[in-house]
């Protein structure tokens, strides 16, 4: 490990994240190089207001003992993530205070892509340039498609969700009329009987809800729709989560039919117009009956608002 030179101090301190399963050489060989230099080494392991996510999958005790097992005379602590560098900077100088005599020296070290470039803080810092660079992204990553025939494997994957906030999932769900808001076409999945307002889950990539609207009516009915016009939400008792912690919320909209002739697509076996006014509630799957009235309600308003007119 080299590094660009600077006066020597008493106190070394190393920030790193150390997200992987076990300290692979390039790691051992950063934090050695530090403990070259100093009697005293402090290690801050950044710390995310997340837990068990694909970047920062450990908490931080699973990080320092596997830190401890390696170089059990280090001092290893936690320095939080906050959404500013001068803020974050003061607090690791204020950590650092509390550890470090007024009379020592300390000097600040990172590797490539580091905190270093963010630091706005008070001590020295030096680059230590890696002879080898290891991407814990890709091990990470590889991790994830092995499963391991152990008991630790297992209660790994046992902490990991049980320790994960509980999340809601959001879903759209559409309902699309004809142009005189006569007719709504719904879909049916395979082994269904019932019929369904077309929808999915929400893309983390999209831009908007009404973006993720559109696109699953162009997967799952094959036409385009005018602009979506949010009407409610609502939680939906989803089978699949009636047991679990982690449940189901979705934004309904309501659009007309633009382009295209409709035709099932995606997981959805059928598309069908149906008349509003004669359509029968129990033909609908059971989570979706809500949504109906949800509907009906809007444009029963907006009849009585152009009634007034």
């Known amino acids: 490990m080299k590094k660009k030179e600077l006066p020597t101090a008493d106190v070394g301190v190393l920030v790193g994240r150390f997200q992987l399963h076990e300290l692979h050489e390039a790691h051992l060989d950063l934090i050695q190089s ?42 290893v602590l936690y320095i939080k993530d906050v959404n500013n560098d001068e803020a974050w900077s003061n607090k690791l100088d204020e950590q650092i205070s509390d550890l470090v005599s007024p009379n020592q020296t300390t000097v600040l070290y990172g590797s490539r892509d580091s905190f270093i470039k963010h630091y706005t803080g008070k001590y020295p810092c030096i680059e230590l340039l890696q002879e080898s660079y290891i991407s814990g992204t890709e091990i990470r990553k590889s991790i994830g498609k092995r499963v391991k025939n152990t008991p630790e494997f297992r209660a790994g994957v046992i902490w990991a969700a049980y320790n994960k906030y509980p999340t809601t999932y959001p879903t759209v769900d559409i309902a699309i009329l004809d142009e005189n808001e006569e007719r709504l076409l719904l879909g049916r999945k395979p082994f269904e009987n019932e019929y369904r307002f077309i929808g999915g889950f929400a893309d983390p990539k999209s831009l908007s809800y009404e973006q993720d609207a559109r696109r699953e009516v162009e997967e799952e009915a094959g036409i385009s729709i005018t602009d979506p016009e949010y009407i409610g939400s609502f939680h939906v008792d989803d089978w699949r989560y009636r047991q679990e912690v982690d449940k189901i919320k979705t934004l309904f909209f309501k659009a007309k039919i633009m382009f295209g002739k409709p035709k099932a697509g995606d997981d959805v076996c059928e598309v069908r117009w149906f008349d509003i006014d004669t359509f029968n509630p129990e033909m609908l799957v059971t989570n979706h009956r809500m949504l109906l009235e949800c509907l009906l309600e809007n444009l029963n308003k907006k009849v009585d608002k152009n009634n007034k007119k």
């Not at 837990?51 to 005790?61: A, G, I, K, R």
């Not at 401890?68 to 005379?73: A, I, M, Q, T, W």
């Open 34 to 75: 530090v403990c070259n230099e100093h009697d005293k080494v402090l290690i801050f392991l950044g710390l995310s207001p997340l837990m068990v996510t694909q970047n920062n999958p450990l908490d931080f005790e699973s990080r320092k003992q596997m830190v401890l097992k390696e170089f059990p005379d280090v001092n």
